[in-house]
T-cell receptor
Framework: GAVVSQHPSRVICKSGTSVKIECRSL??????MFWYRQFPKQSLMLMAT?????????EQGVEKDKFLINHASLTLSTLTVTSAHPEDSSFYIC???????????FGSGTRLTVV | QQQVKQSPQSLIVQKGGISIINCAYE??????FPWYQQFPGKGPALLIA?????SEKKEGRFTISFNKSAKQFSLHIMDSQPGDSATYFC????????????FGEGTQLTVNP
């Protein structure tokens, strides 16, 4: 159980365009969703947390208008990087947590390259 | 208070040896301590986790030792294999309140054949 599907695994986009990353829970209802960013050889940095039925809470220093998070349903969360710039190039990872089970299940990550 | 400090930053072990990674935390409200394994280009995968009501948990070659009074916990990998070469992250959270995971800085483990 507790399977999370994250797509796409890799994306290359031009500077100034927007990119959407999807994260789906396949076998449980995710009441809380987390989005992380990871730079090479570094730890995971939490960007935002979203709970069912409420807007995402962003960490200090994360631009909410640039990184749009939609907790569309109990099985789907999306992260849209708007007007992407080369410095947004990173590895983005979602993590979902259900109400009934403890633990945090991670997606497989999305490598974003902005050229 | 939210920090989790992890050491060493990198570790090289011979095949068959024991790999030991240590973490220390400050927030006594943390009640869930997982270890994650991450391969390049992949998301973290839960390896093993412990809660503060026990001092040790073993799953196969992986053991967590937990010292509540010292606010420290460690991962031991017995009979380390080249396939164990990966980055390992410790983490902690107040799971019962649904809070986020606080991650350690990570340890790059290399197991030489």
């Amino acid at each position: 159980g507790a399977v999370v599907s994250q797509h796409p695994s890799r994306v290359i986009c031009k500077s100034g365009t927007s990119v959407k990353i999807e994260c789906r829970s396949l076998d449980f209802q995710a009441t809380t969703m987390f989005w992380y960013r990871q730079f090479p050889k570094q730890s995971l940095m939490l960007m935002a947390t979203s709970n069912e039925g409420s807007k995402a809470t962003y960490e200090q220093g994360v631009e909410k208008d640039k990184f749009l998070i939609n907790h569309a349903s109990l099985t789907l969360s999306t992260l849209t990087v708007t007007s992407a710039h080369p410095e947004d190039s990173s590895f983005y990872i979602c993590s979902l947590r259900g109400a009934a089970n403890y633990g945090y299940t991670f997606g497989s990550g999305t490598r974003l390259t902005v050229v | 208070q939210q920090q989790v400090k992890q050491s060493p930053q990198s570790l090289i072990v011979q095949k068959g040896g024991i790999s030991i990674i240590n973490c220390a935390y400050e927030n006594t409200a943390f009640d869930y301590f997982p270890w994650y394994q991450q391969f390049p280009g992949k998301g973290p995968a839960l390896l093993i986790a412990i809660r503060p009501d026990v001092s040790e948990k073993k799953e196969g070659r992986f053991t967590i030792s937990f010292n509540k009074s010292a606010k420290q916990f460690s991962l031991h990998i017995m009979d380390s294999q080249p396939g164990d070469s990966a980055t390992y992250f410790c983490a902690a959270s107040q799971e019962t309140s649904g809070s986020r995971l606080t991650f350690g800085e990570g340890t790059q483990l290399t197991v030489n054949p």
